[in-house]
């Protein structure tokens, strides 16, 4: 006799095989693209079939604007005409129009008047947070990786370009890196990591904790945003020794010695530093395996006192109006930078508890799509 739940699986399969063989069939798409009723939802789904055959193009749009830094010259600049920004892209008039219109179709741009194009909605909010240029420009990379996507899920590639340009993901001792080798993605991290340290903080107010430990930190981006809401805690970055090395500098650099202190180890091999009553774990959980994950867990409760904490920050899969970002977007860039995975909420409580943790919470953001919160505790 069939469970609950197996006979709602196979009812479900059932609908969405009726579904598709209605959506399938030409008669019904003509018919519903001509009834009143129907009709807006047939011109979505057609719009939103054609952005998903199409959305290599606009990507390619939308990163030729950053690398000729399109974008920043008009926020800077104001409205200009074609042939003046023809000259500063150093592109012929015709070409630059070409251009200027793709751009103001996915409303980076957007026409003034009189000859004039400016910035548009999309564009002006790029300015507001520069970590999405810098994934932009970043995204060279993952276009070689899937020139050919299907040799990439095959394995015919073992070594690809994000896999050798995030460096801790390779095979070799993570903590034998030089600097040179890790200053790249510790920037681009930096960059991208403003907007979502605020997100985090809105979220979850770290006062009334004592000791703050961010487990690979990078730079210190996010400590640093929490040493402005929290003037009281006690801040400690743990990350390899030369990111760490990088972040006591720009400890220093901001006044936050006396407050802040970046530790260089492996949290993968090496114990934990004990003292910290709340643990932080920023952009890191879907970036490794689960089985590294579930050890990385179990060491972070076995350093947090009984009345301590781990806040875990990052995209999830399943995110509700942003399900596209965790497991197209998130789910093929982690592939090919070969390892990790977008995880639910779901899966991250499971690798939570069994790593010990027994109340975990998911904190409302502001923007989910940006990153989500997780707060656990013994």
């Known amino acids: 006799?069939?469970?609950?739940?197996?006979?709602?699986?196979?009812?479900?399969?059932?609908?969405?095989?009726?579904?598709?063989?209605?959506?399938?069939?030409?008669?019904?798409?003509?018919?519903?693209?001509?009834?009143?009723?129907?009709?807006?939802?047939?011109?979505?789904?057609?719009?939103?079939?054609?952005?998903?055959?199409?959305?290599?193009?606009?990507?390619?749009?939308?990163?030729?604007?950053?690398?000729?830094?399109?974008l920043e010259h008009l926020h800077a600049q104001?409205?200009?005409?074609?042939?003046?920004?023809?000259?500063?892209?150093?592109?012929?008039?015709?070409?630059?129009?070409?251009?200027?219109?793709?751009?103001?179709?996915?409303?980076?741009?957007?026409?003034?008047?009189?000859?004039?194009?400016?910035?548009?909605?999309?564009?002006?909010a790029m300015m507001a947070n520069p970590g999405i240029a810098a994934m932009v420009d970043h995204h060279a990379m993952l276009y070689e990786d899937l020139v050919d996507p299907v040799g990439l899920l095959r394995?015919?590639?073992?070594?690809?370009?994000?896999?050798?340009?995030?460096?801790?993901?390779?095979?070799?001792?993570?903590?034998?890196?030089?600097?040179?080798?890790?200053?790249?993605?510790?920037?681009?991290m930096s960059i991208s990591q403003q907007l979502v340290a605020e997100e985090i903080l809105d979220a979850f107010n770290p006062k009334g904790y004592k000791r703050l430990m961010d487990l690979g930190g990078g730079n210190a981006t996010f400590l640093s945003a929490v040493a402005r809401r929290a003037p009281d805690i006690e801040l400690v970055l743990y990350d390899l020794p030369a990111v760490a090395e990088q972040a006591r500098a720009n400890f220093q650099a901001q006044g936050l010695a006396h407050r802040a202190t970046a530790m260089g180890g492996d949290f993968f091999q090496d114990e934990l530093p004990r003292g910290a009553d709340l643990i932080s774990l920023v952009r890191v959980v879907h970036d490794h395996n689960d089985?590294?994950?579930?050890?990385?867990?179990?060491?972070?409760?076995?350093?947090?006192?009984?009345?301590?904490?781990?806040?875990l920050a990052e995209p999830m899969s399943g995110t509700r109006g942003a399900e596209p970002i965790g497991d197209a977007y998130f789910g093929i860039y982690l592939f090919a930078m070969g390892r990790g995975r977008p995880r639910t909420p779901v899966e991250i409580e499971i690798l939570l508890r069994e790593s010990g943790f027994s109340r975990v919470r998911l904190l409302n953001t502001r923007n989910p799509l940006l990153t989500r919160v997780m707060l656990a505790q013994p």
């Open 291 to 311: 089985d590294h994950i579930l050890g990385l867990l179990r060491a972070v409760r076995e350093a947090l006192p009984e009345d301590g904490a781990l806040l």
């Open 155 to 188: 394995g015919h590639y073992p070594q690809t370009r994000l896999g050798g340009y995030w460096a801790y993901a390779g095979d070799g001792p993570p903590t034998t890196l030089a600097g040179e080798q890790i200053t790249p993605y510790t920037r681009l």
């Open 1 to 70: 006799m069939a469970t609950g739940s197996s006979s709602g699986a196979l009812w479900r399969g059932g609908f969405l095989s009726l579904r598709n063989r209605i959506l399938s069939n030409p008669a019904f798409q003509r018919w519903a693209a001509a009834f009143p009723l129907t009709r807006p939802i047939a011109r979505r789904r057609a719009r939103h079939l054609f952005d998903v055959v199409a959305g290599f193009v606009y990507s390619q749009v939308l990163y030729t604007c950053v690398r000729l830094k399109l």
């Open 78 to 124: 104001g409205p200009q005409t074609v042939p003046e920004l023809a000259r500063y892209l150093d592109l012929p008039e015709e070409n630059c129009l070409l251009l200027l219109k793709a751009a103001a179709s996915l409303k980076l741009t957007e026409y003034y008047g009189r000859g004039c194009y400016g910035l548009g909605a999309q564009g002006a």
